[in-house]
């Protein structure tokens, strides 16, 4: 059964010739669980079991998502994953000189809700980004990070601390704003 699921994901679901609530429906048949509305886009590439990944309601995986799921990966509600980034919970020890890629060793990856991660991005085992970070593009994530938070770099380094409070939405009026504009 794993060989098979492996095909319908990385083969069948990955092609462009699905939209992106087709592909979410292939990748929930292969064993992704996926929260409603997500959205997922072409080439999507699993490398491992896909029945340990998660993902939340609401979110978008852009093209060119590489999800190496040897150890549960969790990403929460609302968030954005941009193109080509990398989630990698997998690793070596450093062996001998003879063979520097010794024994693999694998760890969880779990992203916050309502994060953003810029295109390009790699997640490395073992990490949690809090809720409310983004994560800029290129960046290489290495350790935990703080919610609503800026992280960029290789390594990711915090530079800039976000309002919790800012709306999702800021160009949206609220229902306030909307009355007073009509009065």
């Known amino acids: 059964m794993g060989r098979l699921r492996e095909i319908l994901a990385n083969s069948v679901a990955s092609s462009a010739v699905w939209s992106p609530h087709a592909r979410v429906r292939l990748l929930r048949l292969a064993g992704a669980r996926i929260g409603e509305g997500t959205r997922v886009r072409a080439g999507i590439h699993f490398i491992g079991r896909v029945d340990l990944i998660t993902i939340g309601r609401s979110c978008f995986i852009n093209a060119g998502a590489m999800i190496g799921s040897n150890a549960p990966i969790s990403i929460g509600d609302h ?105």
């Open 79 to 183: 968030v954005s994953i941009g193109p080509r980034v990398q989630l990698l919970p997998t690793t070596h020890e450093i062996g001998p000189s003879s063979a520097r890629a010794g024994t693999s060793r694998s760890a969880p990856i779990t992203i916050g809700d309502g994060s953003w991660l810029g295109a390009g991005v790699i997640v490395l085992g073992g990490v949690e980004i809090g809720p409310g970070c983004v994560i800029a593009a290129g960046a290489v994530v290495t350790a935990s990070c703080e919610p609503d938070t800026v992280y960029a770099g290789v390594p990711a380094r915090a530079v800039r601390t976000l309002d919790p409070s800012t709306p999702a939405r800021p160009n949206v009026p609220t229902p306030d704003a909307r009355m007073s504009a009509d009065a």
